[in-house]
């Protein structure tokens, strides 16, 4: 695609073989060319761009550029002075096309799009260029180079702006129905949210049980509520509805479809079940690490992990010499992580053991102690204050536990003493990490749901986007996206019910404008694209008499992979055409050489 300056710089131009919808607000036509007006917006963000890039500077090289009508600067554009400020100017200049150059698309591109739709233009005629992260905070102490690149990355934008068609969204229904997989507390607090919205819901568990580990521990928090008691009252609000539909000792074994229309296949008792749904959440819980071989784990019995010492004070037993070593196969190579919860329950457990016997000895080994939160850290002191001790050790000295008949001795060195101490104990209690669980790696290819080098889920963004996976209509809660203790779980579980209850509740979604298409005249139907879809989002379909690849666009998320894998160029990407793609090469190529003589 070729384009050609119109003499006057400011009073706009005209591409060639640009043709189909909407042209937006200022745009005319002459004899098959479009004329374009590109406004051009630079953004201070504060200092976080101003104090590394000359921003007065870029934008007076915007004004240079071909195809720019009108190109200024707001100190926040996001802010509502500064979104007034371009809606103005678009009003004012009779632009067409915008270009931001600020800070990150993922947080602000929503907001630039919806002003450019106020304003009268389609808001995919808007392209945002990062000039923050990209340029002002990689390049902090080199203001100059910067600077220029700045100006490279605007003249890009505005190459790609300048051949950006209007696109338009669509809608689709929505199946009135969730699914919730895992029956831990966090799976059955989203489960029952759902149901009391009226919303009918399927809750699949692989063991019979209901509650997952909080069916083996006596009380949670600080505040010491009964465990058994709150999984029970949960239990008992989901049964007593009859939109909740509990699958027992099932699993979810196959997933079909996008957001708002799936098909899960139940694997139960009874053979499959297929369930038509609007939502899917994933709460499949977390287990406990078994420490084989550490401390003499499995080789003397007075050596156990915190839920079996939860067992034994659930049967009403109270060891009265205990010794407990935390971070056990944890903060170590192989498994990096703080599992966070283990050291508030080995301050839970030591309090609970001090107060059932007054004349108990209870001794807490630690590397550190991560009570986070201010009931956590009452709790630490609470634990402090009512006798029990504790000693530090660092991973190059750990602990050894060595046996003595029916009790055991663990000699470490306390670093804080700076000496060896030898402890006698009934009992040994090793804080574990928790771990994903076993078929993590099965329901993330189910969902087609990324998890990170641990196997935990991880969520599209934790802070703009919690509980949400980056398949869309695919939600996640509890200890399955990191191990978080029992009040988080049910916080979560509810977030995850509001979050997946918003389309199943406006019963439409609105199916994202830039995906792929497919050219049936150049497509040799090979498949390749087939293949290379990792949202299962293309088919092989007859197509008058012609075999040709169909992007599905309510499943396609617009990531081009398919573009890619095709070898006769008959598969393209809505917004980022190779035309487009091209200019902003030759734009940046241009700019290069300016800017080297």
Not at 69 to 82: I, R
Not at 225 to 247: F, G, W, Y
Not at 343 to 353: E, F, G, Q, S, Y
Not at 460 to 475: I, M, N, Q, Y
Request: aromatic content about 6%.
């Amino acid at each position: 695609m070729r384009l050609r300056q119109r003499p006057h710089r400011h009073t706009g131009f005209r591409i060639s073989g640009v043709s189909g919808g909407r042209t937006g607000r200022g745009a005319r036509r002459w004899g098959g060319q479009m004329m374009v007006r590109i406004g051009v917006f630079i953004c201070h963000c504060g200092h976080n761009i101003a104090s590394v890039v000359d921003v007065e500077e870029v934008v007076e090289y915007a004004k240079t550029l071909p195809w720019v009508a009108h190109a200024g600067h707001n100190l926040y554009s996001c802010s509502e002075e500064g979104l007034g400020s371009i809606k103005r100017s678009i009003t004012e200049n009779k632009l067409d096309r915008v270009v931001v150059a600020a800070c990150t698309p993922r947080t602000h591109e929503p907001l630039f799009r919806r002003a450019c739709e106020q304003a009268g233009i389609n808001k995919y005629l808007f392209e945002f260029v990062n000039i923050r992260e990209h340029c002002s905070w990689i390049h902090a102490k080199e203001p100059k180079e910067a600077t220029e690149k700045a100006k490279k990355l605007v003249a890009m934008g505005v190459a790609k702006a300048a051949l950006l068609k209007p696109q338009t969204e669509s809608e689709a229904g929505v199946i009135p129905t969730a699914v919730v997989i895992g029956g831990g507390i966090s799976g059955l607090v989203a489960a029952a949210s759902l149901v009391e919205q009226g919303i009918e819901t399927h809750l699949v568990e692989q063991t019979g049980r209901l509650g997952g580990l909080l069916c083996d521990i006596t009380t949670i928090g600080p505040e010491g509520r009964d465990a058994r008691t709150l999984v029970k009252d949960v239990v008992q609000r989901l049964e007593a509805s009859p939109k909740a539909h509990i699958h027992r000792k099932a699993r979810v074994s196959d997933v079909k479809g996008f957001i708002g229309s799936f098909e899960v296949t139940i694997e139960g008792c009874d053979g499959p079940t297929k369930v038509p749904a609007g939502a899917i959440i994933v709460a499949t819980g977390t287990r406990e690490f078994v420490p084989t071989g550490e401390y003499g784990f499995g080789k003397h019995p007075q050596v156990i992990t915190q839920l079996e010492l939860e067992r034994k004070l659930a049967r009403g037993e109270k060891p009265k010499r205990v010794v407990f070593i935390t971070c056990v196969g944890s903060r170590q190579p192989g498994r990096e992580y703080c599992s966070r919860v283990c050291c508030n329950v080995t301050l839970k457990n030591a309090l609970a053991l001090s107060k059932a016997s007054p004349d108990s000895r209870i001794r807490i080994i630690h590397r550190d102690i991560m009570s986070s939160g201010s009931a956590a850290e009452k709790l630490y002191k609470e634990t402090s204050d009512s006798g029990v001790r504790f000693l530090r050790y660092g991973l190059e000295r750990p602990p050894e536990v060595v046996s003595d008949g029916d009790r055991v001795n663990v000699i470490v060195y306390d670093e804080t003493l700076d000496e060896v101490v030898s402890l006698d104990a009934d009992l040994v209690v090793l804080a574990v990490p928790m771990l994903p669980p076993d078929d993590s790696e099965v329901t993330g290819k189910l969902l087609k749901v990324p998890r990170d080098k641990f196997g935990f889920f991880l969520e599209a963004h934790v802070k703009l986007r919690p509980v949400e996976f980056s398949t869309d209509g695919v939600f996640i809660c509890g200890s399955a996206r990191w191990p978080v203790n029992a009040r988080e779980c049910i916080w979560q579980g509810m977030a995850a019910a509001a979050k997946a209850s918003i389309p199943i509740k406006e019963g439409k979604v609105v199916i994202q404008a830039i995906t792929a298409e497919v050219d049936p005249e150049k497509c040799a139907a090979c498949g390749n694209c087939v293949l290379a879809c990792p949202y299962e989002a293309i088919e092989i379909v007859d197509q008058d008499g012609n075999r040709a690849a169909k992007v599905n666009e309510a499943q396609c998320k617009g990531c081009g992979t398919c573009v890619a894998a095709c070898h006769n160029d008959a598969v393209s990407q809505k917004g980022f055409t190779s035309g487009q793609l091209g200019a902003m090469i030759d734009a940046l190529v241009k700019a290069s050489l300016e800017g080297s003589r």
